[in-house]
C-alpha cells in the first residue's frame, strides 16, 4: 500500500490550496483517512481525519478554515486550505488507516512522503 501527496507549494498569506492524497496497492477497505503536519523544529500534529463514512474532525488551528473529503470510489482523500496564515507552513502528511487484501480484518497505519506548504507573509 502506498500513499502519494500533491498539491503543495507557496502561497501568499490569504491564499488557499488543496491538498490531493491517493492510496494504492492491493487495498481491502480503507477507514479512517487523515491529514497531519509537521513544522521545522516541531512534532507531527494532526490537522484533520475523515471516517469512511464521512465523519470529520478538526484541530481547532484550523476549524473554519481547512476542509477534509474523500472519494471512496477513487481510494482518495483531500484537504481543501483556505485563508491560509504563515503559521501554517509546514509538511503536510496523508495518513491512512488500510485493511490490505489478504489481511481479513487487520489494519495497519500508511503515510505518504509528505508535500511542502509554505505560506507567506
Given at each position: 500500500?502506498?500513499?502519494?501527496?500533491?498539491?503543495?507549494?507557496?502561497?501568499q498569506?490569504?491564499?488557499?490550496?488543496?491538498?490531493?492524497?491517493?492510496?494504492?496497492?492491493?487495498?481491502?477497505?480503507?477507514?479512517?483517512m487523515?491529514?497531519?503536519?509537521?513544522?521545522?523544529?516541531?512534532?507531527?500534529?494532526?490537522?484533520?481525519?475523515?471516517?469512511?463514512?464521512?465523519?470529520?474532525?478538526?484541530?481547532?488551528?484550523?476549524?473554519?478554515?481547512f476542509?477534509?473529503?474523500?472519494?471512496?470510489a477513487?481510494?482518495?482523500?483531500?484537504?481543501?486550505?483556505?485563508s491560509?496564515?504563515?503559521?501554517?507552513?509546514?509538511?503536510?502528511?496523508c495518513?491512512?488507516?488500510?485493511?490490505p487484501?489478504g489481511?481479513?480484518?487487520d489494519h495497519?497505519?500508511?503515510?505518504?512522503?509528505?508535500?511542502?506548504?509554505?505560506?507567506?507573509?
Open positions: 500500500v502506498q500513499l502519494a501527496e500533491s498539491g503543495g507549494g507557496s502561497v498569506a490569504g491564499g488557499s490550496l488543496r491538498l490531493s492524497c491517493t492510496a494504492s496497492g492491493m487495498i481491502f477497505k480503507i477507514n479512517r487523515g491529514w497531519y503536519r509537521q513544522a521545522s523544529g516541531k512534532q507531527r500534529e494532526l490537522v484533520a481525519v475523515i471516517t469512511n463514512t464521512g465523519s470529520t474532525a478538526y484541530a481547532d488551528p484550523v476549524k473554519g478554515r476542509t477534509i473529503d474523500r472519494d471512496n477513487k481510494n482518495m482523500v483531500y484537504l481543501q486550505m483556505s491560509l496564515k504563515p503559521e501554517d507552513t509546514a509538511v503536510y502528511y495518513n491512512a488507516d488500510v485493511i487484501m489481511w481479513g480484518q495497519s497505519d500508511y503515510w505518504g512522503q509528505g508535500t511542502q506548504v509554505t505560506v507567506s507573509s
